[in-house]
């Protein structure tokens, strides 16, 4: 609410025809009324919520992308950082393993920690840094992630 702006995906819902293409909409809650822009990502949006980035107009969010048809099909189109301000996909991690979604930004919003579905219940997490795009992996013994690839819950152990 800081940014007034928000982000909602089409895919969790049906769309109507006139935005059956739109991937996403983002409005702005500055301008009266509200204006909204559909946007179209680089791969389908997953389900997974999105992650506002703590301190900008960023948010950073998973994708799928399908190859033939059949279990197994659907596989992790990368972890995207889109600008609210200006539209503008900047992809943070490529694509990989059968799902990847976003887990939570660093409190100072230059690090975001995300998943990777390797197979049902084994996941690889990494916290990406999104100025340089390094990619630090997360502890390989941290591999379960719930039978649908679900985390539940995150801490920090010091």
């Given at each position: 609410?800081?940014?007034?702006?928000?982000?909602?995906?089409?895919?969790?819902?049906?769309?109507?025809?006139?935005?059956?293409?739109?991937?996403?909409?983002?409005?702005?809650?500055?301008?009266?009324?509200?204006?909204?822009?559909?946007?179209?990502?680089?791969?389908?949006?997953?389900?997974?919520?999105?992650?506002?980035?703590?301190?900008?107009?960023?948010?950073?969010?998973?994708?799928?992308?399908?190859?033939?048809?059949?279990?197994?099909?659907v596989r992790g189109?990368?972890?995207?950082?889109?600008?609210?301000?200006?539209?503008?996909?900047?992809?943070?991690?490529?694509a990989a393993g059968?799902?990847?979604?976003?887990?939570?930004?660093?409190?100072?919003?230059?690090?975001?920690?995300?998943?990777?579905?390797?197979?049902?219940?084994?996941?690889?997490?990494?916290?990406?840094?999104?100025?340089?795009?390094?990619?630090?992996?997360v502890t390989p013994?941290?591999?379960?992630?719930?039978?649908?690839?679900?985390?539940?819950?995150?801490?920090?152990?010091?």
């Open positions: 609410l800081a940014r007034q702006k928000g982000a909602a995906p089409w895919k969790s819902c049906t769309p109507p025809a006139n935005h059956a293409q739109d991937d996403l909409t983002v409005v702005d809650f500055r301008a009266t009324p509200p204006a909204a822009y559909y946007v179209f990502a680089p791969f389908d949006p997953n389900t997974w919520p999105f992650m506002f980035r703590t301190t900008s107009s960023q948010l950073a969010m998973g994708t799928t992308r399908t190859e033939g048809a059949g279990p197994g099909s189109g990368g972890i995207w950082l889109l600008n609210l301000d200006t539209l503008a996909f900047d992809e943070l991690l490529p059968a799902e990847q979604y976003v887990l939570d930004w660093t409190e100072d919003g230059r690090h975001v920690l995300t998943a990777t579905v390797e197979a049902m219940g084994f996941c690889n997490f990494a916290a990406v840094d999104a100025v340089t795009k390094q990619v630090v992996k013994d941290l591999r379960v992630c719930g039978a649908n690839g679900e985390v539940i819950g995150w801490t920090v152990v010091r």
